[in-house]
Nanobody, 123 residues
């Protein structure tokens, strides 16, 4: 599985962005997917995860609950992260990752990674 993340950019506080993680390869629906972020000086950390197939199970870290929404479109082999009410502290490089096992995604050790996309939120 190859992953391509896109959609980052510069936005003012309170604004919105939608990140997309497009996958190539077969059986994308069999993979759980997560969005992660890294700020300078810190390790890459989970932001949100979505389970395989219908994506019935989602998880968010507390700081983004109610502002971010993760979703998937298996027909397009793409997972999205809708980010609303952005704050300066959301500034980071965002990555997507995928694994057949949700637990690996939740532990931030998925088998496959996309490249990062920079999100910058100005105050």
């Amino acid at each position: 599985v190859q992953l391509q993340a896109s959609g980052g950019g510069l936005v003012q506080a309170g604004g919105s962005l939608r990140l997309a993680c497009a996958a190539s390869g077969r059986s994308f629906s069999d993979y759980s997917v997560g969005w992660f972020r890294r700020v300078p000086g810190e390790e890459r950390a989970v932001v949100a995860t979505i389970s395989s197939r219908a994506g019935s199970s989602t998880y968010y870290i507390d700081s983004v609950k109610g502002r971010y929404t993760i979703s998937r479109d298996n027909a397009k082999s793409t997972v999205y992260l809708q980010m609303n009410s952005l704050k300066p502290e959301d500034t980071a490089v965002y990555y997507c990752g995928a694994d057949r096992y949700l637990t690996q995604v939740q532990r931030a050790v998925p088998a496959y990674w996309g490249q990062g996309t920079q999100v910058t939120v100005s105050s």
